[in-house]
């Protein structure tokens, strides 16, 4: 088993931080030269939708957060750098979050389901964290062990439904970016002829940024669950 292990973890590691830290990579390689285009994230973002009919959809400045759409605010919200961006990256991002935005306004199912699903997760998580914290006083008041059945239940409400709300977001993104952001920068002519693949480079990282968050939480359970077996 410890040779096992030995072989697994370095798999698990680079299963888990690979895709994070490629992510990362591809969104800085191509935020250079951080003026290849005239038009910034923002302004692009804008136009398209404006283009679209989706003029009470507002672009702003994510504060402490990373790029998204808020379909509660109606907002597409992009990092400092690609809303006041010129690069690739900037006006990339940008396209693949007003894809967002396009597939709320036609009323695209996953995203909808997506969107109850963060519903239940936040609730499950609130209730699995408040489990972890409450049986263990609990026991102590109680002078009886906590069954083992209680410790997974809140394992799996904390970290299991993470789980599952990146594992359903992955469609979302792809479609978000070759579904709706790619046909509208190439029927819009918006980039130069060979930026185009490096534009699906970045749309490839923007979707599977989720799996690396889906890995994540599943190392998290695994941890959790090998825990409870000691």
Known sequence: MGRLLIILIPLIL???YGPGWWVRRTMEKYSEPSDRYDGTGSELARHLLNHRGLHDVSVEVAEGQGDHYDPEARAVRLSEGNYHGRSLTAVTVATHEVG???QHAEGYA???LRG???RWAASGQRLGAFLMLGIPVITIITRH???GAMFLLAGLLS???AAIVHLVTLPTELDASFGRAMPMLREGGYLHE???PHAERILKAAAYTYVAQSLMSLLNIWAWL???RR
Do not use: I, K, N
């Open 226 to 228: 090998r825990f409870l």
């Open 100 to 102: 967002h935005a396009v």
């Open 14 to 16: 680079l299963a888990t």
């Open 145 to 147: 062990p906590a069954p």
């Open 116 to 118: 109850e699903l963060v």
């Open 194 to 196: 060979t930026d185009y």
């Open 159 to 161: 970290m299991g439904l």
């Open 110 to 112: 996953p995203l909808r």
